[in-house]
């Protein structure tokens, strides 16, 4: 069958104000001596919430005293603590110290060696919490904060005394933040495999996309912050090479996950156009996002399909079809297609009766004036009228009258001395003597023959 029309529905997803920034590079440090410096960052977040994220890419396993490895944030061991620590293969110290000298620790056993992690460190001023790879692991009740202005931020190390914990591994997008993090926002970093700049509360964003990778990045002394805020300082790198470097980003580009709720009639294409459903279902299809990573769609899909119907139409002169958008002027059988209640194309085979004005022809013959058989006129000598009647089916039915209208002759002519003719032929005949007024006995025919002198005359009775 031929469609009149084609329903379809089109996804529009529209990116407002973000600034997406994908990252191409990590940053590798020896365990030696690499290390990053920002100076004075802790005056973003003096006395206020705060958070620590970033990816981490440990590979020492005997980390401990006094190789503890330093991962990121602030340490001065006396009034400015906000840190996470390596302590042993599997275990990070995640510690704040207020500017009264309060130290609070959560202590994490689930991290992994030789592969990459996600830490979201976050306090709000009366709790501490601590992430990894999007999951809660751990919180506990803290009180005060960091007064200090001047504290140093510090990627890849920590400082202790003369005894400094530096990183053996890869560390790559680490931000901070002086708002605490909240689950939905750490699991979309964890899950986004892209950095919104432009994010609320983000102070401090370092994306390592300096350097070429594995390439001769000895010209590089700074780390750009991407807010444009604080650049840190690149200290004891080799800056060539596939270690102590700028190396390619290892990090499994992780998904998105969105969830539609698709009606539609027939079939449906999706998103990526890779296929066509049929028939209502849960599916999965997977797109490349703009950041080169994937987008998973979950889609609850409802098919409705089209129908059809077999319809018969009559009229007098002319049909209009169910859906309004023809005319048929003749008998046949139509297709026409209209929208059901579902949305989808419902397709009708309409039988089509033209009835039309149905001439009639008639004769009348009439003594006295004719009326019409539709009632409106009277016609009182002979001739052809025409007259219209509303048939069965409400058309007209147009009539042709042939009208004679019958008139008597009243005259007789004296064939000879003793006979009369009426000149009326076809009546009833009734001759009478003038004298007496009375019918003669007998005289009923056309002529009358007289037997005396006298006066006569005929009574015709004719159809009229």
């Known amino acids: 069958m031929n469609r009149i029309f084609i329903q379809s529905q089109v996804f529009i997803l529209l990116f407002l104000g973000i600034t997406i920034v994908h990252a191409q590079g990590v940053m590798d440090f020896d365990g030696v001596d690499d290390n ?9 977040i003096a006395n206020g919430p705060m958070s620590l994220s970033f990816w981490v890419y440990p590979t020492n396993p005997n980390a ?24 042993n293969s599997t275990n990070v110290e995640a510690r704040f110290r207020n500017s009264s000298g309060t130290a609070y620790d959560i202590v994490f056993s689930g991290m992994n060696l030789n592969t990459w992690n996600h830490f979201v460190f976050t306090y709000n001023n009366s709790t501490l919490t601590l992430y990894h790879n999007g999951n809660n692991v ?28 530096y990183t053996d591994g890869q560390m790559d997008e680490v931000a901070l933040w002086d708002i605490s993090l909240n689950q939905s926002q750490v699991s979309q970093l964890y899950n986004s495999c892209s950095f919104d700049t432009s994010a609320t509360g983000l102070v401090l964003a370092y994306l390592f996309d300096e350097g070429t990778a594995g390439g001769n990045n000895t010209g590089i002394s700074s780390l750009m912050d991407s807010k444009g805020n604080t650049n840190g300082a690149l200290n004891n790198f080799s800056l060539t090479g596939n270690g102590s470097n700028f190396i390619v980003d290892t990090k499994p580009s992780t998904s998105s996950t969105t969830s539609l709720l698709v009606s539609e009639c027939d079939s449906y294409t999706s998103p990526s156009g890779k296929y066509i459903w049929t028939t209502t279902g849960m599916y999965l299809d997977t797109i490349n996002n703009a950041t080169g990573c994937d987008s998973l769609f979950s889609i609850d899909l409802s098919i409705s399909t089209s129908s059809s119907a077999n319809v018969a139409l009559a009229d007098c002169d002319s049909v209009i079809s169910p859906s309004g958008l023809y005319t048929w002027t003749s008998q046949g059988v139509y297709q026409d297609t209209i929208s059901n209640m579902a949305g989808c194309d419902s397709v ?8 039309g004005p149905s001439p009639v022809s008639i004769s009348e013959s009439n003594c006295e ?20 009647l509303i048939s069965a089916a409400g058309c007209d039915s147009l009539m042709e009258i042939q009208l004679t209208i019958l008139e008597e002759d009243t005259s007789v002519t004296q064939v000879s001395n003793v006979e009369l003719m009426a000149n009326q032929s076809g009546s009833v005949y009734q001759w009478i003597d003038c004298q007496s007024g009375q019918p ?18 005929v009574i015709i009775t004719d159809q009229c």
């Open 369 to 388: 004036p004719y009326t019409s058989p539709s009632g409106r006129y009277i016609w009182d000598s002979t001739g052809t009228y025409h007259d219209t």
């Open 64 to 87: 401990g005293w006094p190789d503890f490895d330093g991962f990121v944030g602030f340490r001065n061991d006396l009034s400015a603590d906000f840190y996470l620590l390596q302590l």
């Open 440 to 457: 003669i006995q007998g005289a009923t025919s056309q002529s009358f023959t007289a037997t005396q002198n006298g006066s006569y005359a």
């Open 348 to 355: 009708m085979i309409v039988k089509v009766t033209i009835t």
């Open 138 to 165: 751990g919180s506990r009740a803290a009180t005060g904060s960091i007064t200090s202005t001047s504290s140093n931020l510090n990627i890849g190390w920590l400082p202790f005394g003369g005894n400094n914990f």
């Open 36 to 44: 990053i410096t920002v100076a004075n960052a802790s005056s973003y």
